[in-house]
Every structure is written in structure tokens, then in C-alpha cells.
């Protein structure tokens, strides 16, 4: 790949259009091209290597640095081992037909070199983005390449390319990745993590991952590979792209009857599920895709032939969020719900798409521990990925040595958590921290998150169950035991304990249609709570009973809920149970009071446009707050909700530098706990069990 003084190589990745296709430019893969030759036609003679890049730049910076280059020079094996900090591997994939074997030759390249970043915004157009290595025999040849991003599918290595005259097996799903990305008549350049990285080299790897980052970075652009072509892709495509122009201006959601009208497909047309199957793709639940299009200057998605610019889809995906299409999509569907960390898809790319720019606009990374949270449900193969995957994207990675040789994932999660508990509380606090927290790990202190468990509630949301909350955040008290490193020690008092609780609710929801034989959860939580007379404060047993059900809060997240929403439940819990009252202190609305037919609050008064969209609110805060959380009777008589783990004899802590209670367990009769989870006790979320002269809070061990 060197260059001569007659000759230059280069990678072009030469911009097209079509009258079909005028808006969007054209996609090439990073080759190997003569200056003087002419690719698809279009004549690049006149291109000259200034207008790719700044030449004398690139001499000032290797003039104060060394030569480099790979010092092992021993053909026999694949892997030329990697001498530099910044030095990387590309695939320069040889052209081929059909099922001729994969053929490839591995290059040694740099990525340190970045063009300077201009400062001054009036010149800020003038700034040159780094879209390339420099090859490790001299450092100033540039090398483009083409990132790929991918599923890696099954570990199982049955797929094979010959490279430097080794045989490399590889899985399956990047042989046929490869095959169909392989050109007829030249060479493409690729950086492919699985080829690029020798996969049994601890050592390699541990060096390589921290620099992924500028590798996809420096990539001249990337390829989000999504399968093989198949006849519905075509049509999910065109939809992507046509979703992009006729729904731009619809900012209300769309009835599927109206899908003609707005010159979209029919609500029973295949082509909606073509669209489905092509978002359900595996691809969006990876965890390695944050870093690779949050830094990627120019990603595009594959499947099969067919492409399609990031920032076509993902504006495409708003507007069917926006328009209320994609949660159509899933009710029609029927897929599980939480496809990635993020909520579902259209949630995965619009949280993409959101950190794309805010890094492209301001070069700002979060912390660590905000990345963890945000990915919880996304995958990879190694649990230690959950962290080092991360790194790439955040402020903190140099606070963390990548380590595959002598760390296991159990020691990794430990140390994450102690460094995130012990470093900036005013941006992490404890309450921040714990409510990360809803599992049971024993092979970890349970004030760990375990980031390969997906979370199984919602968080509940910020409460001042600490009372004064901003002014005792100074002064939170969290050490670790220096000796042991299991121990966390806090300050807390302890509120009351569990002497009761309900099933698990895991699919809690709510209707009007059938309300005595499919509101199954209300009718549970109802016959818990049923027998109870008098609540311990002022309010009502009712009162407390539906504010529990939606937390006190609004199906937004909001403080506090409106008196509306205690309307709704009164009728609905009336015509669940087929009693009324239903519960001791329940009240009836004006509306509910009104003779029939005079304008009376009735079931199906729910369908109509405003109590109906009360309804909805009441039924989205219920599930959000619901979903796999028991109800629970404390000592005292109060009520709330508690971690699906909760258990009779299990404490109620409201802790120092915490806006929620949490459940704590006693560990060995000695003080020690075991934290459970987060929970909501009515009557307590406001400072109440803090208040008084006498209160104080107390050391209080977490193991």
C-alpha cells in the first residue's frame, strides 16, 4: 500500500446521484483507486490529494515524531504483533464472484494523528476532519477505510477467509456479510473488529478496545450491516425513505385508517411488517453500537444491496414515534416489549441519534455510570464489555484500565461501583447510585449493580423522602471499608418493617371494556387492602390506595397527579370488584353523582375524548410504576410498593443523601444489610419520617 512519486493510492469514497435518488448522496466503500481512474464513471482526475487533506499538516506532525513501524516482520504467522499505542489493523478485502473464497490482506496503520480542532467559530467550516489512518511504514500515507458495525450472531467460527495465505475462520454472519460487500473488479479497505484484532490475544485486545473509539472516528465512514437481502427489505427501505418526506410536518398521531390519505401503505399491507421485521433487527440491541455511530462521521445501514444514510432513518423513526406509528406497529406485532435498553427501538435510535449530535456539537461525554444506566438491556458477548464497551463515550475512561487477563466481570462491577461512590457526589448521589439496584446478585455486595441483569421496574422517580434534600447534599456520608471493600457505610433511620406482602405484579394494566374480568392486578391490590379501616395519617384508606397506584405521580413522571385521576379509579374500582364503596373513605366526583344519562361519569363516558385521555394517563403512571413491584403492608399500617424480592421482616430505610426509601435486609443479626431495592410508602415520600427534633441518623452497613 505504499505510495511512489508517480503514483498515489487512495481510498475514494466518490459521492453520486441519480434522478431517482437526488436528495441523498451515494455510498462507496473506502478502495484503493489511481487518482487517474474513473469509478462508476465519474472522472476524479482532477481530484488532487490537498483536497482530501491537509499534506503539509500531516509532514509537521511526523517531523517531531520517531519513524514507527511494526518490528515483527514474520510471515508465518498472521498476526504481526502491534508495537504502537495507536497503531491498528485494516482488511484489504480482494475482489471475487460468488462463491469464490474470501480472500484479504491485513495492513498495519495509525490513528494517533487528528487534524487540529479550530476553536475560532467564524473558521469553524474550515475545519478538516480527520477521516483516515496513516499507514505505519512511513506515517504519511493516508489509508481510508470503511468501519463495519454488526451482529457477530453465533460464536461458532464456521465461516473462513484466507488472509496472507492463513486460513481465518470467522462466524458465519461475517462471512456473509463479506461476501455480500465484496466487489467483482477491486480491492475494499475495512476495519472489522473480528479480523482486525486477533480475538486470542488478551493482551492485544486490552491494548486495541480504548482505541476504538478514534477508529471509528477516523473512519472515512461505516457500515451498519443488517443481513442478507430478502424481498421485504426492498420494501422496508423505500417505506424508511418515503416515512422521511411525506410524515416531516405531522407533528399529531396518525389513525391507521387514514395510512392512504397520507400517501402511505394500507394498515394491512405487508409492507408494515417488512418494516417491523427490519427494526426488530438483532443489530439495535448491541451494546458496541452507541460508541460506533455516536462517533462514526458518516454512517450508513446495509441490508443486502440496499443502503440507507443514519440520518435518513433515524429522522424517519422520529416520525413514526412522533405520529404514534411505532407504538401502532407494536400492538399490531405483538413484540415483547423493552427490545433494548433504551425502550424499544424507536427509543434506541432516537437516543442514539440525540447523543450523535450532542457530541458532535459539543465534544461532551457523560460520566460512566449515566452510560451504564441508559444501556442496561443492550448486549455483548463478555459481561466486562458492559463497561469497556463504554469507554470510548465517556468523560471517566481514564479512571479505568482495560483488563481481560486477571479481572473478572464480578471484580470489574465492584470497582465501578466503588469509584462512582466515592468520587463526585454532587454529580452521582447515593440515591442515583442505588436505584441502579433492582436484583439479587449473590456473587456481589448487594450495593453492586449487576450490569448484566436487565432492570425489571422503572425507576421510581425523585421523591424528598429525605426531607431538605439540596441542602444535605453536601453532607452525605458514604465510606467503604477499606479492608474488605464489601462494606459500605451510610447513615440512615430506620422507618418501619414489612409484615406483609402481595403477589409479584408483573403485566399490570387497566380497562374499561370488561373491567370485573380483565383488571386482574386492581382486583389483586384491591383484595389485599380491602379489610383495612383507618390509614396511619390523615388520609383515607382509599386516598392512599390509588395514589399508591400510580406512585403520586403522572403518567409523565410528574409531581403531584391530579385529583382526576382518583375520579377514575373510584369508577373503575367500583366495576372491578362490583361493590361501592369499594374501599373504606372512597370518594365519588360531582360527575359520578349525576343521574344516568344527565351527564353521569360512566364506564363508557371512558371512551369519549377527555376522560378518556384521563384514563390513559391514569393507565400509563399505573403499569410505569406497577410493572414487577409487590404491594406491602408495613408494621405501622402504612402501604406502598416494594422490590419483587421483598419479604416479611424486611426494614424500611430512609437514608442520608436518598430521595426514596429503600428495603434493606438484615444480614447476620451484627447491623449488617443487604440492600434490596427502592420502594414507595405512602406518607413517608416528603420528608415526613425525618421530621421531628429527635430524629438523627445512624451508621448503617451495607454488605
Given at each position: ?10 481510498y ?26 474513473t ?7 482532477n ?29 508465518n ?13 485494516v482488511?484489504?478485502i ?22 487540529k ?33 454488526y ?54 485486545k ?39 418526506v ?16 397520507m ?60 405520529c ?8 399490531k ?11 424499544d ?50 468523560r ?32 452521582l ?5 442505588f ?14 449493580p449487576?450490569?448484566?441483569?436487565r ?14 434534600f ?10 467503604i ?33 370488561n ?7 386492581l ?16 388520609h ?69 375524548r ?8 391514569v ?9 414487577n ?37 438484615e ?8 440492600l ?28
Open positions: 500500500m505504499a505510495t511512489t512519486n508517480k503514483q498515489h493510492d487512495v475514494s469514497a466518490a459521492y453520486g446521484g441519480s434522478e431517482n435518488d437526488v436528495n441523498y448522496p451515494h455510498f462507496e466503500f473506502a478502495q484503493i483507486k489511481n487518482l487517474s481512474a469509478p462508476h464513471g465519474r472522472s476524479i482526475s481530484f488532487k490529494p490537498e483536497e482530501w487533506l491537509s499534506m503539509k499538516e500531516i509532514r509537521t506532525w511526523v517531523s517531531g515524531k520517531a519513524k514507527k513501524a511494526t518490528k515483527d516482520n514474520d510471515h504467522k498472521l498476526y504481526r504483533d502491534i508495537v504502537d499505542p495507536y497503531e491498528i489493523r482488511l484489504e480482494k475482489p471475487g464472484c460468488n462463491n469464490e473464497k474470501l480472500r484479504g490482506s491485513l495492513h498495519h496503520c495509525s490513528v494517533e494523528f487528528e487534524y480542532a479550530v476553536t475560532n467559530q467564524s473558521e469553524i467550516h474550515n475545519t478538516t476532519k480527520t477521516t483516515h489512518a496513516l499507514s505505519m511504514e512511513n506515517l504519511t500515507t493516508p489509508i481510508w477505510y470503511t468501519a463495519l458495525s451482529t457477530w450472531g453465533s460464536s461458532n467460527m464456521d465461516g473462513s477467509i484466507e488472509c496472507d495465505g492463513h486460513e481465518q475462520s470467522i462466524t458465519t454472519s461475517l462471512e456473509i456479510a463479506l461476501r455480500n460487500m465484496r466487489k467483482k473488479d477491486h480491492s475494499i479497505v475495512m476495519w472489522i473488529d473480528q479480523i482486525c484484532i486477533n480475538q486470542e490475544d488478551n493482551k492485544e486490552e491494548m486495541q478496545i480504548p482505541l476504538m473509539g478514534r477508529i471509528y472516528k477516523h473512519a472515512f465512514n461505516t457500515v451498519i450491516w443488517l443481513g442478507r437481502w430478502e424481498s421485504s427489505s426492498d420494501s422496508a427501505v423505500q417505506l424508511l425513505k418515503n416515512i422521511n411525506t410524515l416531516q410536518f405531522i407533528q399529531v398521531n396518525i389513525d391507521f385508517k387514514n395510512f392512504e390519505r400517501q402511505l401503505p394500507r394498515s394491512d399491507s405487508e409492507t408494515w411488517h417488512a418494516l417491523w421485521r427490519f427494526l426488530s433487527h438483532p443489530w439495535f440491541t448491541r451494546l458496541w453500537i452507541i460508541q460506533e455511530v455516536m462517533l462514526s462521521s458518516n454512517p450508513w445501514i446495509m441490508c443486502g444491496d440496499n443502503l440507507l444514510m443514519w440520518d435518513v432513518f433515524s429522522s424517519a423513526v422520529n416520525h413514526l414515534s412522533t404514534g406509528i411505532f407504538q401502532w406497529l407494536q400492538a406485532f405483538a413484540i415483547i416489549e423493552d427490545l433494548s435498553d433504551f425502550g427501538t424507536s427509543q434506541t435510535v432516537l437516543e442514539l441519534t440525540r447523543q450523535r449530535e450532542f457530541y458532535r456539537m459539543a465534544s461532551t461525554r457523560i460520566h460512566i455510570f449515566e452510560n451504564l444506566v441508559s444501556t442496561r438491556g443492550a448486549q455483548c458477548f463478555d459481561p466486562r464489555d458492559k463497561i469497556y464497551g463504554l469507554l470510548g463515550v465517556c471517566d475512561a481514564d479512571r479505568f484500565d482495560i483488563r481481560y487477563t486477571d479481572f473478572t466481570e464480578h471484580q470489574l462491577y465492584h470497582e465501578v461501583a466503588i469509584r462512582a461512590l466515592t468520587g463526585d457526589l454532587q454529580t448521589t447515593p440515591s442515583r447510585f436505584k441502579s439496584i433492582d436484583h439479587e446478585s449473590l456473587d456481589l455486595p448487594s450495593w453492586v449487576d450490569w448484566r441483569k432492570r425489571q421496574t422503572n425507576e421510581l422517580g425523585i421523591y424528598n423522602t429525605n426531607g431538605s439540596k441542602i444535605k447534599l453536601n453532607r452525605v456520608y458514604v465510606t471499608n477499606n479492608e474488605s471493600r464489601n462494606e459500605l457505610r451510610m447513615r440512615g433511620i430506620s422507618f418501619d418493617s414489612l409484615i406483609k406482602t402481595s403477589v409479584t405484579i408483573t403485566h399490570p394494566d387497566l380497562t374499561y371494556l373491567p370485573h374480568a380483565d383488571n386482574k392486578s382486583l389483586e391490590l384491591w383484595t389485599f387492602v380491602s379489610k383495612l379501616e383507618h390509614y396511619p395519617n390523615s383515607t384508606v382509599f386516598y392512599a390506595f390509588w395514589q399508591t397506584l400510580v406512585g403520586s405521580k403522572t403518567d409523565s413522571g410528574k409531581l403531584p397527579c391530579p385529583d382526576s385521576f382518583a375520579e377514575i379509579i373510584s369508577l373503575l374500582l367500583d366495576a372491578s370488584t362490583g361493590q361501592s364503596p369499594s374501599l373504606s373513605g372512597q370518594t365519588y366526583s360531582p360527575r359520578q353523582q349525576k343521574p344516568h344519562g344527565k351527564g353521569r361519569l360512566e364506564l363508557g363516558s371512558l371512551a369519549q377527555v376522560p378518556g385521555q384521563t384514563f390513559e394517563e393507565r400509563e403512571a399505573m403499569k410505569f410504576v406497577l410493572k413491584r409487590k404491594l406491602g403492608i408495613t408494621g405501622k399500617g402504612y402501604f406502598g410498593l416494594f422490590p419483587r424480592y421483598a419479604e416479611k421482616g424486611d426494614m424500611i430505610y430512609v437514608m442520608d443523601g436518598c430521595d426514596v426509601p429503600y428495603l434493606l435486609r444480614a447476620d443479626g451484627e447491623g449488617r444489610f443487604r434490596v431495592g427502592e420502594c414507595y410508602v405512602f406518607g413517608i415520600m416528603d420528608g415526613e419520617a425525618v421530621k421531628g427534633e429527635k430524629v438523627a441518623f445512624e451508621e448503617t452497613i451495607l454488605i
